[in-house]
DNA sequence: TCCTCGATGTATCGAAGCGATATGTCTGAC
DNA sequence: GTCAGACATATCGCTTCGATACATCGAGGA
């Protein structure tokens, strides 16, 4: 999850720890914070699968020379990015690496990032019936606080799901706009996207097992 | 936080870890699941330190006798429990204790109650205008997904505050019924905390250092 | 002028927690 | 009868986090 967010930042421009943290911190906004005590092992672990090199450049245009590492994608490291981003498997829906993932949307191919919002909406209504029926079922076994966090908590589900709603329709008409249906005659289509990265499938399951 | 969760669980009635770990999961509801990873070596460490009594009741009035460990919350423990639930210090406000205290908000005192309320409120405000400004200043340097996931988690911040806004004046409206102008004069000034149980001080900060 | 304070920057460590999983029993549906 | 699935306890390795140490830089006040 680290390993997908820090190479997608880094295909933008090389960069250092410390910045790498705050925009990390910025561009997931609410959703999650990464601490130094997973970003320099994970930098390490990049760096020592060659996904990206670690210049130490002290001094370069700088007077002093206060030590910075400035990291940057590799070829291999562009490859795993691509990779990943390609992948759309139920990892993808599960709470934080939703944030990842949807951040870096500009950078996804468009059937990924539908089968993405398909595969999040799907686990969060899952999540609201649960919540309702325990709601609904067990409503006198609790007190009034605890009836009105559950309460406060199916609303942030609840709304959770028409965000994604929207967000699906909005795809599928910009889909339907630069890709009419893929298979049959295809009138007078334009230009259009060639064929996600890799193998997509059924929007059933599988991957990751 | 787990211990508190557990404390307060166990001072409604004996239970088991099974059945800990479900009601656990469902009075938070959205919030937050505990695992056994960490419900049974906590368990463990408030029978060690004699908070609960672990009794391995094999065959009480059930037939075959699978092996089930009945806790029991110990006098100590109902004190350990007071004391936790009486502490509305910041760490109170913080995301994942803040479900847990407000679960258990049945079990606290309404002075405690509305700190934590505004507590909390402060901190999700100041997240709010972190957000905002991020959002206001570096509008341009985002591509529109990133752009919308930090709208969206704005938000919901929002919702948030509003939803605790709502909470503090109910609460509010409650203690002025209960419990008039404890002091003196009080002229205009919010009906004001009625020393909780334990040192309150400045709404500034302190404890948890 | 000097000195302190806060931001920048790299790095590590111990404690804690999680997810997966092994083991076994009981209940109910077919 | 038997088989799936809920019930119940327990562990273990791996990851991750928060705190912290250390150091330099820029700005501003005494």
């Not at 409503?139 to 199916?154: A, M, N, P, V």
């Not at 339907?176 to 990265?197: F, I, K, M, N």
Request: hydrophobic share 35%; charged share 30%.
């Amino acid at each position: 999850m680290l390993e997908l967010a820090v190479l997608a930042l880094l295909s933008e421009s090389p960069m250092h720890g410390y910045e790498l943290r705050k925009r990390l911190n910025t561009v997931l906004g609410t959703f999650h914070r990464f601490s130094y005590g997973s970003l320099y092992p994970c930098l390490r672990k990049l760096a020592a699968e060659s996904y990206v090199t670690a210049d130490d450049s002290t001094a370069a245009g700088r007077l002093g020379g206060r030590s910075r590492v400035v990291y940057t994608l590799t070829a291999e490291g562009k490859e795993r990015l691509a990779t990943l981003l390609g992948e759309g498997g139920p990892s993808s829906w599960e709470d934080e690496m939703f944030g990842v993932r949807f951040a870096f949307f500009g950078k996804t191919d468009a059937a990924v990032r539908l089968r993405i919002l398909e595969g999040r909406r799907g686990r969060l209504e899952e999540r609201r019936e649960k919540v309702r029926s325990a709601l609904t079922r067990t409503r006198e076994r609790f007190d009034s606080y605890t009836l009105e966090l559950q309460r406060h908590g199916l609303e942030s589900v609840e709304r959770e799901v028409r965000w994604l709603t929207e967000l699906i329709e909005t795809e599928r008409a910009e889909t339907g706009r630069t890709q009419p249906p893929p298979t049959a005659v295809s009138a007078g289509l334009p230009p259009d996207l060639p064929a996600a990265p890799q193998s997509i499938g059924p929007p059933g399951a599988q991957e990751e097992p």
